[in-house]
């Protein structure tokens, strides 16, 4: 959990570089040091329940820091899909942010078809409101991360994403 934390952190970092919107680069560096910071306090809580054994008030922390870091990676994924929205400038040559590009534009891609089916099969009443009733929902980051399917054999049992591993490597 905590390594998939600073995988989202990075990504998150490398979009906030890239976003064309100062409001929205700004939102996702506050996510990503949130998220950093609930990462580490993860790391530091799982290392001492491992030392320490198993006790019911370890055990309750321990949980409530994956709770927390979930949260937090959520609202990552939140501030990215509005940073994608805004648009993102181009990123320079490393392959890393490259892939992080290329997957924002792919979802991307996936709303902007959404949105444009909603618009020519939408249902409305009679005040002019869409319909919610069969409505799909729109695609989200969280949405397109959890139908990639897991890339097992690039994983080694304990990645470190500092040494190697791009963002993408790992599944979320």
Do not use: Y
């Not at 979930?70 to 940073?83: D, P, T």
């Not at 139908?147 to 963002?167: A, D, F, L, W, Y």
């Amino acid at each position: 959990m905590v390594s998939d934390g600073q995988v989202v952190v990075k990504f998150g970092n490398i979009l906030a570089k890239h976003c064309l919107d100062q409001r929205c680069s700004m939102e996702l560096l506050r996510a990503t040091e949130h998220t950093q910071s609930i990462s580490s306090q993860l790391g530091i809580v799982a290392r001492v329940k491992a030392v320490t054994g198993e006790s019911r008030a370890s055990s309750e922390l321990l949980l409530s820091n994956v709770q927390n870091l979930i949260q937090a990676v959520q609202h990552i994924l939140r501030a990215a899909e509005a940073a994608c929205v805004k648009g993102l400038g181009q990123p320079p040559a490393d392959p890393e942010e490259e892939e992080v590009a290329a997957f924002c534009q792919q979802w991307r891609k996936t709303l902007t078809q959404h949105r444009a089916k909603e618009a020519l099969n939408s249902a409305r009443d009679e005040l002019g409101l869409r319909k919610t009733r069969g409505a799909k929902a729109e695609p989200t980051l969280m949405s397109l991360v959890q139908e990639q399917p897991p890339r097992s054999r690039n994983i080694p049992k304990h990645p470190n994403p500092r040494k190697g591993h791009t963002v993408m490597d790992r599944h979320l």
